[in-house]
């Protein structure tokens, strides 16, 4: 069948977005993987579909990894979806809601950028030490809507992303569901720098969303930083969290970054 798609990124993470209002599309796990295939697809990170809500939000948002699988939230993603949403809207609103698996995600476009208001982190791990590809590293856990682990480095640059990324990923603290990946350093107090291995996706990507809030909220605890905390992807944007703190739990957390069209088109799969 044909399908008409629109590709975007959020700080060089990118996704075929798809129109599933009409609730008729329904796409294997095999022809999402081709859409999302570089060579032989469209090429993306992932694939968002807007659907009907099913709660009282405006939409909601399902969305696969490049392997096919399908995850509960991604950042990057939801404000792309965000946007996109605004555009078949075509009402100039500059605020929408809609339900994902994590929770409903309020979004506010603002100029060039998108704020999130995310859902709040749980499932905290103190940090353990972990043998990730045979380096030993203090390994972080939250859950900021899918799970992330977050290691904490020196030298960003010289770190083997996909070999420690794939051990953390698969490791059997985190088994069965596994998790995502974060290698951050720290420039100064509030501000970071990261890469991300991320699951579904089996590699490293330009940005991850979720990756950023929660290495920034974990920062944020370990270090008795406030907010906000600012975040450069490898792709070079850098991302703002936000938060507040009542009863030493983290809530009211947002996340701000772009959101971008790349361009429209039609496939056969």
């Known amino acids: 069948m044909e399908l008409d798609f629109w590709k975007m990124n959020g700080a060089g993470n990118d996704f075929v977005l798809l129109d599933n209002r009409q609730g008729s599309l329904v796409l294997s796990g095999a022809s999402i993987a081709r859409l999302c295939d570089r060579n032989r697809g469209v090429g993306a990170d992932g694939v968002l579909l807007v659907e009907p809500a099913v709660a009282g939000a405006d939409f909601r948002m399902r969305y696969f990894n490049a392997d096919g699988g399908e995850a509960e939230m991604c950042g990057n993603g939801a404000r792309c979806f965000a946007r996109f949403a605004q555009r078949l809207l075509n009402n100039g609103t500059d605020s929408l809601s809609f339900e994902t698996p ?7 476009l603002e100029g060039e950028n998108v704020r999130l208001q995310m859902s709040n982190p749980h499932s ?11 380096n ?3 390994t972080h856990f939250v859950n900021t809507g899918v ?18 990324g794939a051990a953390a990923r698969y490791h059997e603290v985190f088994a069965p569901k596994g998790t995502n990946v974060n290698f951050v350093s720290v420039e100064s107090p ?5 890469r991300t291995y991320e699951r579904g996706v089996e590699g490293e990507t330009l940005a991850c969303g979720t990756g950023v809030v929660a290495s920034a909220l974990i920062h944020a605890k370990s270090h008795a930083v406030g907010s906000p905390v600012s975040v450069q992807v490898r792709g070079g944007d850098i ?3 936000t938060f507040l703190i009542k009863d030493s739990n983290y809530q009211d ?4 970054g772009p959101a971008d069209f790349v361009f429209q ?3 056969v799969i």
């Open 102 to 108: 994590a929770g409903e995600i309020q979004a506010r």
């Open 136 to 138: 030993i590293r203090q």
């Open 253 to 256: 957390v947002t996340l701000t």
């Open 265 to 267: 088109g039609r496939i």
């Open 124 to 134: 905290w791990q103190d940090p353990r030490a972990l043998d990730l590809a045979g």
């Open 190 to 194: 509030g501000h970071l720098a990261i």
């Open 239 to 241: 991302l703002t969290v």
């Open 147 to 164: 799970p992330h682990a977050v290691v904490f480095v020196e030298d960003l640059n010289h770190v083997d992303v996909q070999a420690e």
